[in-house]
């Protein structure tokens, strides 16, 4: 096209040696050639590993014997080993030999040690999230106050979705250094524990009896199991104004935790209202002592 617009042979020929043999930065030469090469290479590589995470990647693992966290780690890991794989070979294609690369890196060591560490840190932990596997997609955990459903899980992020809706990016690293509650770690199942206050007085035995079929009533209470022990009633203590009592149980599924434990408490309220049992609520007694005089 330059030639068409009247480019002369000699203006060609400089731009082709241009374009082939580029120009020197310090002791560094740039190809633009190699340059365009490398990143095409870049472009093509990335999209097809892309391509080969999204779609042969998961056919493959589907039919392996494998948990769902291990087959989430694996499909992740696949993604970051295209996207460097494409990356060296663009550097390859670009001329940037090993040795460059070496420096690069120390280069950018200092500029972790100084501003990039948490990045870092983070980074290091999502490897250890995804080979380890304390947490998995789909799990109910509680990190500090928050607590919710792990929704993603990423190299440097997990995304957890709340009971509102709401989604948090807790970063890797909290994860890692934290205390980190797992309800669904080795199965869905888990316990309830609902607090319980009848009047003094009342028949301790009569009030478990209540409970226990409460309990026994409800679907997602389990109730016969050799994992898990069935429904039990405990009492823990002598309050100022009533005893205090414990109903433990077993539900199969932990995320509901909470829709059982109210349907549990309108049932027990139910059941004391038609057993006239009493739940007392704090009183204080006042004695006046005769010959006592008040001044105003």
Same mark, same amino acid.
């Given at each position: ?24 930065? /310090? ?12 990143? +095409? %290479?870049? &472009? #093509? *590589?990335? $999209?097809? =590993? ?18 769902? /966290? ?12 295209? +996207? %460097?794989? &494409? #990356? *060296?070979? $663009?550097? =390859? ?36 999230? #995804? ?166």
């Amino acid at each position: 096209m330059l030639w068409v617009w009247g480019l002369s042979h000699q203006g060609l020929d400089l731009i082709v040696t241009f374009l082939q043999e580029g120009f020197w930065i /310090g002791s560094f030469r740039v190809v633009p050639l190699q340059i365009a090469a490398a990143l +095409l %290479a870049f &472009s #093509l *590589l990335f $999209a097809f =590993s892309g391509w080969f995470k999204q779609n042969v990647v998961p056919g493959w693992l589907s039919n392996a014997r494998i948990e769902r /966290g291990a087959r989430d780690a694996l499909i992740t890991v696949t993604g970051y080993l295209g +996207l %460097a794989v &494409s #990356l *060296l070979v $663009a550097l =390859s294609l670009a001329g940037v030999g090993f040795a460059n690369i070496a420096i690069i890196a120390g280069a950018l060591s200092v500029g972790i040690g100084f501003g990039l560490q948490n990045i870092v840190n983070n980074f290091i932990s999502g490897f250890i999230l #995804l080979i380890e596997r304390p947490i998995r997609t789909g799990d109910w955990i509680l990190v500090g106050a928050i607590e919710g459903f792990v929704h993603r899980i990423s190299i440097r992020s997990t995304q957890l979705r709340t009971f509102d809706g709401s989604h948090i990016i807790v970063p890797n690293s909290e994860l890692i250094s934290s205390q980190v509650t797992n309800w669904m770690l080795h199965d869905s199942s888990g316990r309830i524990k609902i607090p319980i206050s009848v009047a003094y007085g009342s028949d301790l035995e009569k009030v478990r009896v209540i409970l226990l079929a409460v309990a026994h009533q409800h679907d997602m209470v389990i109730t016969e199991s050799n994992q898990v022990s069935a429904p039990v009633v405990l009492m823990t203590g002598f309050g100022d104004s009533a005893l205090h009592l414990e109903l433990r149980c077993f539900i199969r599924s932990i995320d509901n935790r909470a829709q059982v434990f109210s349907d549990l408490c309108f049932a027990i309220n139910a059941a004391f209202r038609e057993e006239s049992i009493e739940i007392p609520f704090p009183q204080r007694d006042v004695h006046v002592k005769e010959g006592s005089s008040f001044r105003s």
